[in-house]
C-alpha cells in the first residue's frame, strides 16, 4: 500500500468527500473496482479500497474505524477503543505526556484530549504518517510527532504510555526481552519519568519480571477476555496493590490481599471467574467477597449454596456430579436428550477436540460439561449457566 499517495491525495476536501462516497458503498464487486480504477486513473483506488476493508474489518473493535487510516500491522496492534478509553482514563491528572510507539494512534487520540502538550514517536515512518492523520482528522493539534526510538525518548514530561512492539519481526514476540524496545530498555526510562503505564502481553510470565518497587500489575478484560497486562507505575500505580483485576464495561476492579478461604465439596452453585481475576492469582480474594469457597486448591473455581448474581465471573447451577467414565458420560447424554455440549476443562491433558469425537450429541438440550482433576483422578460436572 501505498501510504504517501493517500495521504497527499486526502488533503483536499473533495478528494476526502470521494473517499466517504466509496466507503458508503455496502459491497463492492469485482467489477466495481475495474470501474472505479477505469474511471478514475488519478486516484489511488487501490490504498483506498485497501483501507475500507480494514477500516470494516475493526468496526466492532474501534467504533471509529471508518474516520481512521491503517497500516496492518497497526489495526492487528491497536488496543481497542474501550481499552484505549480505558488507558485515557489512567492519565487524566497529568497536562504533559507522552505516547512512545503510538502506532497509528488509537490510544493517543483519547489520552491526548485535553492535555497541553503530547509528544508521539514511533520507529515507522508509515505508522507515525498515519497517526498524524488520524490525531488531525480528530481535530488534536497538541501532539509533537517525532520518528525514532522510544527507548531514547529525553523529554521532560509528566507521563509516559509506551505500547511496545511485539512483532518486531514476522511473528508475535511473547518475551519482554524480544519487544520492541526490549523490556529493560522501557524500565529504565522512569530516570527521565517515574510515571509510566506500559502495555504488556498478557502471554507473558509476569511473575519472572524485574518489577520496579512499588508498581501495579492491571489485568484488564473485556467482554470476558483478557486483554492485556498494564504495568504502571510511580502514580499511575495502585498503592500498596502489587496485582489488580480490572473488567470493563462493568467498571469492577479486584486487588491482591493475603486472604485465604476454604477448600469444600462442590455445592449447588460453580463460579468462574473471570480470565483477568484467574491470570492475576485473584481467585481467593474473589471468593471472599462473593462467599463463596475453592473446590480446589489448584483449580480456580468456586463454589456456593446460594446463587450469587455477579459480573466478575460466570456461575454455574450444578446438575450431576460423577467420576470420569466414558460410558456414564454417553449414558447421561443420552438419557438427557442433550444436542449441544460445551466442555471447559482443568487439568485435562487430551484435547476436548479429541474427547467430543467420543460422544455422540442427538436432542434439544443444551449442557455445560467441567471435567476437572482432584488429585490423581478426574471428575465430571454437568452443569447449566444462569441467567
Not at 466517504?20 to 470501474?35: F, G, Y
Not at 521532560?156 to 519487544?179: H, L, M, N
Not at 467420576?323 to 447421561?332: A, M, P, S, T, V
Request: with cysteine; aromatic share 8%; net charge positive.
Amino acid at each position: 500500500m501505498n501510504i504517501d499517495k493517500l495521504l497527499e491525495f486526502l488533503k483536499e476536501n473533495k478528494n476526502r468527500k470521494f473517499f466517504k462516497e466509496i466507503q458508503k458503498l455496502k459491497e463492492i464487486t469485482i467489477n466495481d473496482i475495474q470501474q472505479l480504477v477505469s474511471d478514475n486513473p488519478d486516484k489511488p483506488i487501490k490504498e483506498m479500497l485497501s483501507q475500507i476493508k480494514i477500516q470494516k474489518r475493526n468496526l466492532k473493535k474501534i467504533q471509529i474505524s471508518n474516520e481512521l487510516l491503517f497500516t496492518e500491522q497497526g489495526a492487528q496492534q491497536s488496543s481497542s477503543w474501550e481499552l484505549a478509553k480505558y488507558h485515557a482514563r489512567k492519565f487524566e491528572a497529568f497536562k504533559n505526556i507522552a505516547d512512545l510507539c503510538c502506532g497509528i494512534g488509537v490510544d493517543l487520540i483519547n489520552i491526548a484530549k485535553g492535555k497541553e502538550q503530547v509528544y508521539a514517536i514511533d520507529l515507522d515512518a508509515d505508522t507515525l504518517k498515519l497517526a498524524e492523520y488520524n490525531c488531525g482528522n480528530q481535530n488534536l493539534n497538541n501532539i509533537n510527532f517525532n520518528l525514532g526510538r522510544a527507548e531514547e525518548f529525553n523529554k521532560i514530561v509528566e507521563a509516559i504510555f509506551i505500547d511496545p512492539d511485539r512483532r518486531p519481526g514476522t511473528s508475535r514476540k511473547i518475551a519482554p526481552e524480544e519487544y520492541s524496545p526490549p523490556f529493560s530498555k522501557i524500565v529504565e526510562l522512569n530516570k527521565i519519568c517515574p510515571n509510566i503505564a506500559v502495555k504488556l502481553s498478557p502471554a507473558i510470565d509476569y511473575k519472572r519480571l524485574d518489577l520496579p518497587d512499588d508498581s501495579t500489575l492491571e489485568f484488564v478484560s473485556e467482554n470476558g477476555t483478557l486483554k492485556e497486562i498494564l504495568l504502571c507505575m510511580g502514580k499511575l500505580a495502585t498503592k500498596n496493590c502489587e496485582r489488580k483485576a480490572v473488567l470493563l464495561f462493568s467498571n469492577l476492579t479486584i486487588q491482591n490481599s493475603n486472604i485465604k478461604i476454604e477448600v469444600t465439596d462442590i455445592q449447588k452453585y460453580l463460579f468462574e471467574p473471570d480470565p483477568a481475576i484467574i491470570r492475576a492469582g485473584l481467585v481467593q480474594e474473589l471468593g471472599s467477597k462473593i462467599g463463596y469457597d475453592l473446590i480446589d486448591p489448584k483449580l480456580a473455581l468456586l463454589t456456593g449454596s446460594q446463587i450469587v448474581h455477579s459480573d466478575f465471573g460466570k456461575i454455574f447451577e450444578v446438575k450431576e456430579i460423577m467420576k470420569y467414565d466414558l460410558k456414564k458420560i454417553r449414558k447421561y447424554v443420552r438419557e438427557n436428550e442433550i444436542g449441544e455440549l460445551i466442555i471447559k476443562t482443568r487439568g485435562f491433558t487430551e484435547s476436548v477436540e479429541k474427547f467430543r469425537k467420543k460422544i455422540k450429541l442427538k436432542g434439544d438440550n443444551s449442557v455445560v460439561m467441567f471435567i476437572l482433576r482432584k488429585g490423581d483422578d478426574h471428575i465430571i460436572v454437568f452443569s447449566q449457566l444462569t441467567e
